[in-house]
Each structure stands twice: as C-alpha cells, then as structure tokens.
Nanobody
C-alpha cells in the first residue's frame, strides 16, 4: 500500500518561508509524476508545482517564489515556499502518479497540510 504523508505546514507571516515535505512509502516500482496542489476555502484544487520526466512546471502565481524538488532515496517531494502571501493560504496536497508493479499505474493523494499566511 502506497502512502503519501505531508509535513511542514503552519502559520507564517507575509514574506516568510516554509518548506513542505511529502514522503512516499510502500512498494513503489516507478514514479511518473509528483506534484503539489492546493485548495483554498471556496475554491477548486489547483496545481502549484509538478515534476515529470525531469521537467518542472509552476503555476504563474508562484513562479519565482516556490521551488519544487525531489529526493529519490527515500522518495520525498519538497516544496520550498518563499515570499509567502496571504493568498497562498490553503491546504496543500501531495500528488503522485506511480506504479507499484509493471502495468499497475495509479494516482495517490496525501492527506493535506494547512498553510496559513497571516499577520
């Protein structure tokens, strides 16, 4: 059973920084995509940043402020968030598109971690 466990959320002042981590555990054969999404109250879940095939992609709203990175051993995804703004307040979710064996590809989500940017 694959699990994604996020950590690192919290309360920070505007202009501050946080680093989110997502540890992927279980029997993982291959990872295709890992990403961070977020959902603010009353809004749809949106892609923040993602990594696939060595390429990265960022939402326009976080470009230049957020950096996504991944460690392969163990499988951990990071999101370094700098110059945080109140509009970054949301629950942040880790996402993975992976296979546990050849031919078995599935999507997984973490439980979410709250990020609140407020003075």
């Amino acid at each position: 059973q694959v699990q994604l466990v996020e950590s690192g959320g919290g309360l920070v002042h505007p202009g501050g920084s946080l680093r989110l981590s997502c540890a992927a555990s279980g029997s993982i054969f291959s990872i295709f995509t890992m990403a961070w999404y977020r959902q603010a109250p009353g809004k749809q879940r949106e892609l923040v940043a993602g990594m696939a095939n060595g390429n990265t992609r960022y939402a326009d709203s976080v470009k230049g402020r957020f950096t996504i990175a991944r460690s392969n051993g163990p499988n951990t995804l990071y999101l370094q968030m700098n110059s945080l703004k109140p509009e970054d307040t949301a629950v942040y979710y880790c996402y993975a598109d992976l296979s546990v064996r050849v031919g078995e590809r599935q999507e997984y989500w973490g439980q979410g971690t709250q990020v609140t940017v407020s003075s």
